[in-house]
């Protein structure tokens, strides 16, 4: 898998916790520099390790889907497009309803759960990992390294553009990872193809 890819599939799978950070940025009286590292460390750390854990799922069962392995990421990949993209709606209908500020920044096992909650769909692109070209650890590492470091920075960034942007960013930053994973996918289809 090449490193564009791994980019794409990166800045994709990170726009559920950018839309998050960017949602407590705007639900936060005041937006602390140590919250927002807290917050963007601990969704780092999960967007970068269930890609693992889906990677080792992947490989276990990697020899009966071996033939059509690609298929399987394409699948994959277009799924979670589609479901990033249908969610903006429904969290369009909910968000009505829950607006709100924040006396306080949410506790870390808020954060944990909005971070479990956001990395679900990282566990699927380690099944894709499994199923393309990623066979050794060290790939796999460096992989999920670039996931995490994504996810860090555009954590940081959302939390902070939230504080200051209020709804410029709602809903728009699922559509457009919704959309890379969807090109992701179509490349990773055309690959094997051709």
């Known amino acids: 898998m090449e490193i564009t890819t791994v980019l ?27 919250f927002a590292l807290k917050q963007a460390f601990t ?6 390790f269930m890609p693992i854990l889906g990677w080792l799922a992947g ?7 071996e033939l059509f392995g690609h298929w399987v990421a394409f699948v994959l990949l ?12 429904n969290k369009k209908k909910k ?10 920044e949410p506790p870390m096992r808020v954060l944990i759960a909005l971070a479990v909650a956001t990395s679900i ?10 199923c393309s070209d990623v066979e050794k650890i060290g790939r796999l590492l460096l992989n999920v390294f670039i996931i995490g470091a994504i996810t860090f920075s555009l954590c940081i960034a959302g939390g902070f553009l939230g504080r200051k942007s209020g709804d ?27």
């Open 8 to 34: 794409g599939i990166g800045f994709g799978v990170a726009m559920d916790a950018f839309a998050v950070a960017v949602t407590n940025g705007m639900a936060v009286r005041r937006l602390r520099i140590v």
């Open 43 to 48: 969704f780092a750390v999960f967007q970068a």
């Open 59 to 65: 490989k276990t069962l990697s020899e009966k889907i």
């Open 78 to 89: 277009c799924l979670l497009g589609i479901k990033m993209c249908f969610e903006v709606q």
């Open 95 to 104: 968000n009505a309803i829950d607006c709100f500020i924040l006396e306080r």
């Open 121 to 130: 769909d990282a566990l699927a692109v380690g099944v894709t990992f499994a």
């Open 168 to 194: 410029i960013f709602k809903g728009r930053s699922e559509i457009i990872g919704g959309i890379v994973l969807f090109i992701m996918a179509f490349k990773i289809f055309f690959e094997n193809i051709i």
